[in-house]
């Protein structure tokens, strides 16, 4: 497996970290955040994204899209990430569009993935409800009466939810609480009578909302995938999403790293640069090989979604990728902050606001002990 990207996707590469840092620099999530935006990212941007093709860039071009692959989408999210810059391409491209293209019919498809290419429909996945992800610990219900389901529940840390056009709404239909078995997936229009919704301001300033559904109707023809066998589908949803925020991810702490870098070049003790002080050059080292094997898991685990492999082994590189990343955000988030001193953790210096990133992300969809967990038992250790 080549752990590299191809001319196109350089390209790609190169393009998008021209745009966000000049579109969408650091300041501007500053700026959402002190402005409590209520959409919590830059519309104006987003349309712009739109109209560079982002929006379509994993959807079928049958479908009005640019079919350029995961690792188009991954490759523009690293650069996000370098920004931390706030859009609906985690929520709407990767989970909404998976969702979508795995799980939709054919009419499901033909309305919505041309809507959403343009710009039109955005996507959320909700499933959590619990505070640690436990994508199978399901209570919400969809019962059915006649020729529609009747959904009841509670979702939470739902990301992009408050402004989402369409839900992709994990229930249970049958079984027990926590059974990985009788779960359906639905497709629920976000204006449906019975839905309320709570945005929760979160401590990196990433969207979310918790939602709650008071017997809402929703049509069976809105189901993806079959009824009472969501759990694969839902699994790969989660997959997509897992490895597009590692691609998030590794952004953000090649960036972290980056100005840790440049600020032991810089910052003088004793009229001496800090950066010549042999124990910080050894951290330092440390710090560039782990990311080293960070940007080859994503690649790995990019590079096995655009290649269709096995659900068993995208979810291997999956679990890896998000397991590893976030044990390298974590490292590195932690020693910008330490070499930075005091000023790190100030609100004026934007390397915090990194760390909090990083934080939350490693939550998100699982954190490391999860994924370690997952790795262990897809391998029977």
């Not at 692959?69 to 650069?79: D, P, S, T």
């Not at 991810?249 to 004793?270: A, C, H, I, N």
């Not at 640069?273 to 080859?296: N, P, W, Y």
Request: proline content about 2%; some cysteine.
């Amino acid at each position: 497996m080549p752990l590299n990207y191809s001319e196109e996707q350089s390209l790609l590469r190169d393009s998008a970290k021209d745009f966000f840092t000049t579109t969408l620099p650091v300041s501007n999530l500053r700026e959402l955040r002190d402005q409590k935006n209520e959409t919590g990212y830059s519309t104006d941007a987003w349309k712009q994204m739109i109209d560079l093709g982002w929006g379509g860039i994993t959807i079928p071009e049958e479908f009005g899209g640019l079919e350029f692959g995961y690792k188009g989408l991954g490759v523009i999210l690293e650069q996000a990430g370098r920004t931390l810059a706030a859009s609906p391409l985690l929520t709407t491209c990767a989970l909404g569009v998976s969702a979508i293209v795995e799980g939709g019919g054919p009419e499901h498809k033909k309305q919505l993935l041309p809507l959403v290419a343009a710009g039109e429909v955005s996507l959320a996945l909700a499933v959590d409800e619990k505070p640690l992800h436990s994508p199978y610990d399901i209570a919400c219900k969809a019962l059915k009466e006649g020729s529609t389901y009747t959904l009841s529940g509670q979702k939470i840390f739902v990301l992009d939810g408050h402004v989402a056009n369409e839900l992709i709404v994990v229930a249970r239909t049958s079984g027990d609480t926590k059974s990985r078995e009788g779960l359906t997936l639905f497709l629920v229009n976000a204006k449906s009578a019975g839905i309320t919704f709570n945005r929760s301001v979160m401590v990196d300033s990433r969207n979310a909302c918790r939602i709650n559904f008071d017997k809402v109707s929703v049509a069976e023809t809105q189901v993806l995938g079959g009824v009472d066998q969501g759990a694969d589908l839902l699994d790969f949803i989660l997959d997509v999403g897992r490895v597009c925020l590692s691609a998030e991810m590794l952004g953000s702490l090649q960036e972290s790293f980056d100005r840790t870098v440049e600020y032991l070049k810089m910052r003088e003790q004793f009229d001496v640069q800090i950066g010549t002080f042999q124990g910080l050059q050894h951290r330092a080292a440390r710090m560039f090989c782990e990311v080293e094997l960070a940007k080859s898991v994503v690649i790995a685990a990019l590079t096995a979604l655009d290649d269709g492999t096995d659900q068993t082994s995208i979810a291997e590189q999956a679990s890896l990728a998000k397991a590893k990343v976030s044990e390298v955000s974590k490292l590195v988030t932690n020693e910008t902050i330490q070499m930075h001193g005091g000023i790190g953790m100030t609100d004026e210096e934007e390397v915090g606001l990194f760390l909090k990133r990083a934080r939350v992300a490693e939550q998100t969809f699982g954190g490391i002990g999860f994924h370690l967990n997952r790795w262990g038992e897809l391998n029977n250790l």
